[in-house]
């Protein structure tokens, strides 16, 4: 079965919560990219506009790629917990997702 970026990154994101490395919900994912620990930061397509303007605004500040592609069902049912905010605090995991988001891009 051929698989779409987007299915491997979700699938990438499940791999990262079983290796316990993400940091989970807002406020822990705000501290993480200030203490500059994450690479990759997930805000939900379907989240508020105010939260994710403030975590737009602090990933830009830090150099942090935050991905807003997908639904907050899509990131829930991904990582197997009731979180759609989270980053990933591991640099393996977060380059091969930033990999495949410019592969997806360039297509």
Same mark, same amino acid.
């Given at each position: 079965m051929i698989q779409n970026n987007d299915q491997k990154i979700l699938n990438l994101l499940g791999l990262a919560m079983r290796a316990n490395k993400l940091v989970l919900g807002t406020e822990p994912t705000l501290s993480a990219i200030k203490l @500059?620990?994450? !690479?990759? %930061?997930?805000?939900? #397509?379907? +989240? +508020?506009?105010? @939260? !994710?303007k403030k975590l737009a605004d602090k990933s830009n500040t830090y $150099?942090?790629?935050?991905? @807003?592609?997908?639904? &907050?069902? @899509?990131?829930?049912? %991904?990582?197997?917990?009731?979180?759609?905010?989270? %980053?990933? %605090?591991? &640099? $393996?995991? #977060?380059r091969k997702i930033k990999a495949l988001i410019l592969e997806k891009e360039r297509n």
């Open positions: @500059q620990k994450v !690479g990759v %930061a997930f805000f939900p #397509s379907d +989240g +508020g506009k105010s @939260q !994710g $150099g942090v790629t935050l991905i @807003q592609n997908f639904s &907050r069902e @899509q990131l829930v049912h %991904a990582i197997g917990v009731n979180r759609s905010v989270f %980053a990933i %605090a591991d &640099r $393996g995991f #977060s």
